[in-house]
């Protein structure tokens, strides 16, 4: 269903009056449809397969595409500023997209070693990191920031099998973190900017819920949280008076007392939890002020403008702000059922550039309505809730990493594609899986799957 109507919508997307069938290869949706074949062919030859193969050859096939990323980064011509494809005369095709499932192989192979648990030892953690991140760092050399992010999406997957839930809670603050300090620069609070004043107080607040219920220790929690209120106070009355304070020494003076305080309380106690609490509140703080050199110095300056066009900071309508702008524009005007199939205005009239690729979802927005994105979330729901299911029924550790790597990359895609195309989210250029125009990703997700589907096949043939 997914790939059907991706296919129809591209031919909508492409379609400029000339009335040429939906099938000529010489239009986007005609090459979808050979590419759509071939995949088909490449997820019947993958079920001919014994299984035991993705598990025997999951190092050499990870070796192998680590090998093929390697030699992008000399090979690929550039394109738009990005050396991430390989060309063979009239095809091009991306290694990024078929990294992801030598990646899931690795780290489902990782997973099933004998006596493997995440949480044994720490080295655990790092060989697995090292899997994850070892693509990364060579698509980031390709200057393909939007496909190495996808492979962050893993987390999750350690998250299933062990990781404490602490490290997800700290990547989510952190990117509230970023947001908020670089959105919000003015007005200044105490001397310093809002959004590093907002951030003071959220560490402030996180640490003493922090101390509530994780350290579950009331009597510390109350000494800490009746030390802030008394500095607020005492730091009132002198603002009051017309004694100034910075607020990055106020903050700093607070928090670094009461992380002493509950170091302390640590020794006292001999408890790991205050550790991991202080190390928290520590790490907000150097975040936080790593925030401003990252954004300015490490972001390239297109990066920079995307991410201020995302948060609203700067409004580039004729620049980098354009295609969200018109995505925006094409998808409002939809309405509730849409404007009909090859009737959409903003589409025909090619207002939103690259739309049968990365924006293909504003042409399902703009003809089909609410009601058409709507079904077509519905039936990428469906689809994820049947992969997790599919994950939970298998009973050996392989097929389940597996099946969540499969699952974390499809979210991702799914997420942060509808996303940048709302205005959600900086546009970072990753498709919309299954509707997108293209060979590579569609091949990358149809090997993806189809060794899932063949792992699941074989599930009841395995010993335990």
């Known amino acids: 269903m997914l790939v059907s109507a991706g296919a129809v919508s591209i031919y909508a997307a492409s379609y400029d009056f000339d009335n040429a069938s939906m099938f000529d290869f010489q239009e986007f949706s005609g090459k979808q449809f050979l590419w759509i074949g071939l995949s088909l062919v490449i ?6 397969l014994d299984y035991r193969i993705y ?46 499932f030598a990646t899931a192989l690795a780290l489902a192979k990782l997973f099933d070693s004998y006596n493997f648990l995440l949480n044994a030892k720490i080295s655990n953690y790092f060989r697995a ?5 070892l693509p990364i760092c060579l698509i980031l050399l390709q200057k393909e920031t939007g496909s190495a992010l996808v492979y962050t999406s893993l987390i999750f997957v350690l ?25 919000f620069v003015t007005p200044l609070v105490m001397g310093i900017p809002a959004g590093e004043f907002s951030v003071f107080v959220t560490i402030t607040v996180i640490y003493c819920v922090m101390l509530i219920f994780y350290c579950k220790d009331l009597i510390i929690a109350r000494n800490v949280i009746l030390g802030i209120i008394g500095s607020a106070l005492i730091t009132s009355v002198l603002w009051f008076c017309g004694v100034h304070i910075n607020g990055t020494a106020y903050f700093l003076t607070v928090l670094g007392l009461s992380m002493a305080y509950t170091l302390l309380a640590m020794f006292h106690h ?18 936080l002020f790593s925030v401003n050199y990252v954004f300015g110095n490490v972001l390239e300056p297109h990066q920079q403008l995307r991410i201020k066009v995302a948060l609203g900071i700067e409004e580039d309508l004729r620049g980098a702000g354009y295609n969200v702008n018109q995505s925006k524009i094409a998808i409002g005007s939809g309405g509730l059922t849409g404007k009909g199939f090859l009737n959409g205005t903003q589409t025909k009239l090619k207002y939103v550039p690259e739309q049968h690729t990365d924006f293909i979802f504003c042409t399902i927005g703009e003809e089909e309505g609410f009601a058409g994105s ?18 939970e029924r298998q009973r050996k550790p392989f097929g389940r990493v597996y099946a969540y790597c499969v699952v974390s990359f499809l979210i991702f895609h799914l997420c942060i594609n509808i996303g940048m195309v709302i205005g959600l989210c900086p546009v970072i250029g990753i498709p919309l899986p299954f509707f997108s125009y293209g060979g590579s990703a569609l091949w990358g997700f149809t090997i993806l799957l189809f060794i899932l589907l063949r792992i699941d096949a074989s599930r009841k043939e395995r010993r335990d």
Request: charged share 10%; net charge positive; proline share 3%.
């Open 43 to 48: 997820g019947f030859v993958i079920l001919l």
């Open 55 to 100: 598990e025997a050859y999951a190092y050499p096939i990870y070796g192998a595409v680590i090998l093929i990323l390697v030699a992008t980064i000399f090979l690929a011509p550039d394109i738009k500023g990005s050396r991430s494809w390989l060309v063979f005369g009239p095809v091009s095709l991306q290694p990024a997209e078929f990294g992801k």
């Open 129 to 133: 990191l090292i899997i994850i991140f």
């Open 159 to 183: 998250y299933r099998e062990g990781m404490s839930g602490l490290v997800l809670f700290s990547v989510l603050c952190a990117v509230a973190y970023f947001v908020v300090a670089v959105k």
């Open 270 to 287: 001999r408890l790991g939890k205050y550790l991991v609490t202080v190390c928290f509140a520590a790490t907000s703080i150097l975040f």
């Open 374 to 391: 709507t079904a077509v979330l519905v039936v990428f729901l469906a689809f994820i809730l049947r992969l997790i299911y599919l994950a």
